[in-house]
């Protein structure tokens, strides 16, 4: 059984920072790119970055590339997302998702930004 767990959220002052994981078992990690995708209250799904099997390429939403970091540990079987410079819009429950037809999430950690 696939699973996968994230951790990490919690609340931060506006500016600061949080590093995201997301830890997986049920599957050969080091096969699939990892996606992360983050839910805004009252907002629908908003895809954030993805990261290849072997973590030589990334790709972020225009608005993050600045501010986050997708990284992966294969030994670990874990996907990392290190979010900086933090905003209240940012506010957001953080999914992590296989991202081979986006078939396995996790059930997200909460991040909320806010002084």
């Known amino acids: 059984e696939v699973q996968l767990v994230e951790s990490g959220g919690g609340l931060v002052q506006p500016g600061g920072s949080l590093r995201l994981s997301c830890a997986a078992s049920?599957?050969?990690?080091?096969?699939?790119?990892m996606t992360w995708v983050r839910q805004a209250p009252g907002k629908g799904p908003e895809w954030v970055a993805v990261i290849r099997s072997t973590g030589s390429g990334t790709t972020y939403a225009e608005s993050m590339k600045d501010r986050y970091t997708i990284t992966r540990d294969n030994a670990k079987n874990t996907v990392f997302l290190q979010l900086n410079s933090l905003k209240p819009e940012d506010t957001a429950v953080y999914f992590c998702?296989?991202?081979?037809?986006?078939?396995?999430w996790g059930k997200g950690t909460l991040v909320t930004i806010s002084s």
């Open positions: 998702a296989r991202s081979y037809g986006m078939d396995y």
């Open positions: 049920g599957l050969t990690f080091d096969n699939y790119g």
